[in-house]
């Protein structure tokens, strides 16, 4: 996986959407480490602590959702990572084989937003924190910090984009080093600032608000991936293990978050101003806790983190782009993408009142449509023996078709159940969602469930087992038909 000693990460890479050679896949199972823990080292997991806390749990009940909300959404991204190794194609081509070549586009279209907005996100973190720091460094920290904070994320960022895999490869090898190293050095900092008497001194919330944290961690963390989960096992060597596929990519991924959630929760539990200042500024907050000289190194490790992350979905996202149809290069693709978030970090920084509600609105609404096609993708993935038929991946007059009914269906109607089986009252423009929640007797929008989101879980399950259920029989049938 690593590039090889023939490999030149600063020329821009020329793959697209299109399948790898053989004579192009290379590395092992355990180089996805790098990449996914790059990815995921960010101080933003500290934060994730108060977003947790703010459905009113304890410490402990949160520990349990983020143990399995987190590592349960990654392994998830695990099982279709497999698919990127059999198929040696980014992952919304490979979905084509589930939902047909063009009946695959609108799922292609959600996927290609939801790695925007996570792009968007982290570069709004990474310019709110720089000029937070700046600010208790006495350096000042307005519109013009924030504008040079955001030319250096978006040079970082869309630079590697646009370079492509070898290069991204390369970048998150040195992201997961410094940021590791960083990060420790940072919660040794903070450890003296935990108070075990006010951590166990926080109330035990209720079931439905225990599964609202953990659908949140999950919509947070690995549903946040994978849509994007096999475009960096698609180099793998088809014999690579697929359990071993599934292993790195999940312990990459969850490693870090876990570690960061379990200190953001001793944390803001210690202190209920910083847990309020993390609701606007999630990461900058947590500078406050640390002495002036670690200030600065507390900003290189928040915007490498954050840049691991963002520059995996800017890839990730110009792939979803080309998938939906844009006749463009690569580079071409993933510049458009870094402009979309430049706009839209310009406008949560300079203008936007609040960044905790926005970003839980959208980490649900689109995390409900993305668990629907993630339940009908690993229903088909689990339902296959064999690799995938390539060139009728782009034909689609192929064995795959144009338009798979069943799976695009399944989706829609999840998705209709889903969201009505979620609040969200961080946003008055998603207020309309929840309107099953009366009817099936759980309490409606002001009921015990109503934070549960239940309709994330329920758009995964019910996407597998539709799909498990009917299309068995036709995976088998594609399988059948001569190369």
């Not at 720089?130 to 030319?151: E, M, N, S, Y």
């Not at 998938?323 to 993408?337: M, Q, V």
């Not at 469930?449 to 029989?473: C, D, K, M, P, Y």
């Amino acid at each position: 996986m690593a590039p090889g000693a023939d490999s030149a990460p600063l020329q821009v890479e020329a793959n697209g959407i299109n399948v790898i050679g053989d004579d192009e896949r290379k590395g092992t199972a355990r180089q996805l480490f790098w990449p996914w823990f790059g990815a995921n080292v960010s101080v933003l997991g500290l934060s994730y602590g108060s977003f947790t806390l703010g459905f009113g749990i304890s410490f402990w009940q949160a520990v349990i959702a983020g143990l399995v909300g987190i590592v349960f959404s990654f392994l998830l991204c695990g099982f279709v990572a497999v698919a990127g190794k059999r198929g040696s194609a980014p992952t919304m081509i490979l979905s084509r084989a589930a939902f047909g070549v063009r009946g695959n586009w609108v799922a292609t279209a959600i996927s290609w937003v939801l790695t925007v907005g996570w792009e968007t996100v982290l570069t709004v973190l990474a310019t709110l924190a720089t000029a937070t720091v700046f600010t208790q460094l006495g350096w000042g920290g307005g519109p013009v910090v924030k504008i040079l904070a955001l030319l250096v994320v978006a040079v970082l960022t869309i630079g590697g984009g646009v370079m492509g895999f070898d290069l991204i490869m390369r970048m998150q090898t040195v992201i997961t080093i410094v940021t590791a190293v960083l990060t420790l050095i940072f919660i040794a900092f903070v450890i003296p600032h935990i108070d075990w008497a006010k951590v166990s001194a926080v109330p035990a919330g209720s079931t439905g608000s225990v599964v609202g944290a953990l659908v949140f961690l999950m919509t947070g963390f690995g549903l946040g991936w994978v849509n994007a989960a096999a475009d960096y096992s698609r180099y793998l060597p088809r014999t690579t293990s697929s359990r071993a596929v599934i292993g790195w990519t999940t312990f990459g991924s969850a490693l870090a978050p876990v570690v960061l959630l379990v200190m953001g929760l001793l944390l803001a539990a210690s202190s209920p101003d910083l847990n309020k200042a993390i609701a606007a500024d999630p990461i900058g907050a947590l500078a406050s806790v640390l002495p002036t000289w670690y200030l600065v190194p507390f900003v290189i490790v928040a915007v490498l983190g954050l840049v691991g992350g963002a520059v995996l979905n800017i890839y990730s996202s110009g792939l979803a782009l080309l998938a939906a149809g844009l006749k463009a290069p690569r580079f071409a693709a993933a510049l458009i993408d870094g402009v979309i978030i430049i706009l839209g970090t310009i406008y949560v920084a300079f203008f936007a009142d609040d960044f905790l509600g926005p970003f839980q609105g959208f980490l649900i609404t689109l995390g409900t449509p993305i668990a629907a096609w993630c339940g009908v993708m690993l229903a088909d993935i689990a339902s296959r023996r064999n690799g995938y038929a390539e060139a009728d991946l782009y034909d689609p007059r192929g064995r795959y078709g144009s338009v798979r009914w069943v799976a695009v269906g399944t989706v829609l109607v999840s998705t209709v159940v889903g969201w009505g089986l979620v609040t969200n009252t961080y946003a008055e423009w998603l207020s309309w969602q929840g309107y099953l929640l009366g009817p099936l007797g759980l309490g409606g929008r002001d009921g015990a469930w109503a934070a549960a989101n239940l309709g994330v879980l329920a758009a995964l399950v019910i996407g597998f087992v539709v799909t498990w259920a009917t299309q068995r029989s036709k995976v088998r049938e594609q399988e059948l038909v001569a190369v």
